[in-house]
């Protein structure tokens, strides 16, 4: 007989449980807050969203600053069978109506100076949340103790994601894809209740929230919760931490540290990188200066992780993601046929496991035409797999620009350029970037007799666009480049800037 299946949150109350005093979240300036603590605050604000008529299914959205609130807002979304939906904080109100009218939450958790931007969105129930125990969403005087049994292939979470091509879409997390990748990834990593973790990633991002929070919570561990990353207190950080998660930025800014050394770093036992690709030139300067090798992992958000390098039982090699994790398979195929390619071809990358999300939300057509007749996930990602069974990321097969870590859509930051009145069309590529693994930048063609400027376009998008998408370059030309069916190579464009970012002061 199969184990019953056993939720996030049930994972979570197993921590509270266990170790209810022990500090969940330590702050910056000493202060720390418990696993019982946590678990207080968030049946207060199951008892307001129940208030606000959210019932198991209901959306509820998140667009707040970084704080342990905003996770206990994840929890108890979690507790009462809410679909819990995080949206960058970075999005403008002129963004944020699309996810709000896409998924049509009950209720929009916001900042406090940002609330009057959504209050006459028609249907929608706006509470706020500030980083400093401050908002409606705190308001509650009694706790909901109740807990909605989930099922494994219930719906539990929606992640808008972005291609090349078309609208964002919502990828439908379930429970089920949520406990498996975290039981898989503890086992992977030996993540347990004796680390501490430095936590300094985002939460409305599958790395910050779905690896780092989940893990966390469900080990019963403790993290270092920092509002952004700084290399100073991370440093600092390492003699009273085990663990740090990070994209291939914090690396690349951590070894510009002079303080970054094998002293320094004693204390640690494991670094993590994902969401973009790591430079292997960074992966051997950071096992030269501390004496660790980084775990570099792949994931997407549709997927949680697939792979990653081994913590123990074989060596962790630059240049590579890893094998499959446990209950996770992965193949290499051709792009035409579909048909399984030989090891050290480079191919679609597809993938098969419990983590893999259930569809896109409301795009039945597209999700159909994601997956292979016998489930396998076709990730959009190029690779190959070595002699070792290691999986090698050699490229994306759309043109998705991965920029510190976060996926920047080229499309829709082409259609705010274009709509200025001087532009007659342009193309966002991404473009090597020291720190940022990949910088956006665009090429312009201006409508013949204007002279448009690159600091004027810029301003033209700015209060319509979060700022990791905003173009770090702008360069004018007279046309861009075409194939005789017209259309435009970013491959040549990529190829012409590739070394725009290589002296610039970073």
């Known amino acids: 007989m199969p184990a019953p299946f056993v939720s996030m949150y049930q994972r979570f109350l197993r921590s509270v449980e266990e170790n209810p005093d022990k500090p969940l979240f330590l702050l910056q300036g000493g202060e720390t807050v418990s696993y019982s603590q946590t678990l207080e605050t968030s049946q207060a604000i199951a008892a307001r969203l129940i208030d606000d008529g959210v019932k198991p299914g209901d959306r509820v959205a998140m667009q707040v600053g970084k704080s342990p609130e905003a996770i206990a807002l994840y929890l108890a979304s979690l507790q009462i069978g809410a679909v819990f939906l995080p949206l960058n904080s970075a999005y403008t109100s002129k963004e944020m109506e699309y996810f709000v009218t896409d998924a049509t939450p009950r209720v929009l958790v916001c900042s406090p100076d940002s609330a009057a931007d959504y209050q006459h969105w028609e249907g929608l129930v706006v509470e706020t949340l500030g980083v400093v125990q401050d908002g409606t969403l705190l308001s509650s005087h009694r706790k909901h103790s109740e807990i909605f049994t989930a099922g494994p292939e219930d719906l539990t979470s929606i992640l808008y994601t972005s291609g090349t091509t078309g609208r964002s879409k919502g990828a439908m997390l379930t429970h089920q894809n949520l406990a498996s990748n975290?039981?898989?990834?503890?086992?992977?990593?030996?993540?347990?209740?004796?680390?501490?973790?430095?936590?300094?990633?985002?939460?409305?991002?599958?790395?910050?929230?779905?690896?780092?929070?989940?893990?966390?919570?469900?080990?019963?561990?403790?993290?270092?919760?920092?509002?952004?990353?700084?290399?100073?207190?991370?440093?600092?950080?390492?003699?009273?931490?085990?663990?740090?998660?990070?994209?291939?930025?914090?690396?690349?800014?951590?070894?510009?540290?002079?303080?970054?050394?094998?002293?320094?770093?004693?204390?640690?036992?494991?670094?993590?990188?994902?969401?973009?690709?790591?430079?292997?030139?960074?992966?051997?300067?950071?096992?030269?200066?501390?004496?660790?090798?980084?775990?570099?992992?792949?994931?997407?958000?549709?997927?949680?992780?697939?792979?990653?390098?081994?913590?123990?039982?074989?060596?962790?090699?630059?240049?590579?993601?890893?094998?499959?994790?446990?209950?996770?398979?992965?193949?290499?195929?051709?792009?035409?046929?579909?048909?399984?390619?030989?090891?050290?071809?480079?191919?679609?990358?597809?993938?098969?496991?419990?983590?893999?999300?259930?569809?896109?939300?409301?795009?039945?057509?597209?999700?159909?035409?994601?997956?292979?007749?016998?489930?396998?996930?076709?990730?959009?990602?190029?690779?190959?797999?070595?002699?070792?069974?290691?999986?090698?990321?050699?490229?994306?097969?759309?043109?998705?620009?991965?920029?510190?870590?976060?996926?920047?859509?080229?499309?829709?930051?082409?259609?705010?350029?274009?709509?200025?009145?001087?532009?007659?069309?342009?193309?966002?590529?991404?473009?090597?970037?020291?720190?940022?693994?990949?910088?956006?930048?665009a090429v312009v063609v201006p409508i013949s007799g204007t002279d448009p400027q690159p600091e004027d376009l810029l301003a033209f998008i700015a209060n319509d666009l979060a700022r990791f998408k905003q173009p770090k370059a702008v360069r004018i030309i007279g046309e861009l480049p075409r194939n005789l069916m017209g259309k435009i190579q970013k491959a040549t464009l990529r190829e012409r800037y590739a070394h725009l970012f290589a002296s610039a002061d970073l």
């Open 182 to 441: 975290c039981e898989a990834l503890l086992e992977a990593w030996e993540y347990t209740a004796e680390d501490t973790l430095i936590h300094a990633l985002p939460i409305f991002h599958i790395h910050g929230l779905f690896v780092a929070t989940n893990m966390t919570l469900a080990a019963g561990a403790s993290m270092h919760y920092l509002p952004t990353f700084d290399a100073e207190e991370i440093i600092h950080l390492f003699s009273e931490a085990t663990v740090l998660m990070g994209v291939p930025t914090f690396y690349t800014r951590l070894l510009k540290n002079l303080r970054l050394s094998e002293e320094s770093c004693a204390g640690m036992r494991l670094f993590v990188s994902g969401s973009a690709p790591l430079l292997a030139s960074d992966h051997e300067a950071f096992r030269k200066r501390t004496g660790h090798a980084i775990v570099e992992r792949y994931g997407m958000t549709e997927t949680g992780m697939n792979t990653t390098n081994p913590y123990s039982g074989g060596p962790r090699k630059p240049g590579t993601v890893g094998r499959p994790l446990p209950g996770t398979r992965v193949r290499v195929v051709d792009r035409e046929t579909g048909q399984r390619l030989p090891d050290g071809e480079v191919g679609l990358v597809e993938v098969l496991g419990p983590n893999v999300f259930r569809g896109y939300w409301q795009m039945p057509d597209k999700t159909a035409g994601e997956f292979r007749h016998d489930g396998f996930f076709i990730t959009g990602d190029l690779g190959r797999i070595d002699e070792d069974g290691y999986l090698c990321i050699v490229g994306r097969d759309k043109d998705l620009v991965i920029s510190g870590g976060y996926n920047v859509y080229p499309k829709e930051i082409e259609e705010h350029i274009d709509a200025h009145p001087d532009v007659q069309e342009s193309a966002v590529i991404g473009v090597p970037h020291s720190d940022l693994g990949e910088a956006v930048m």
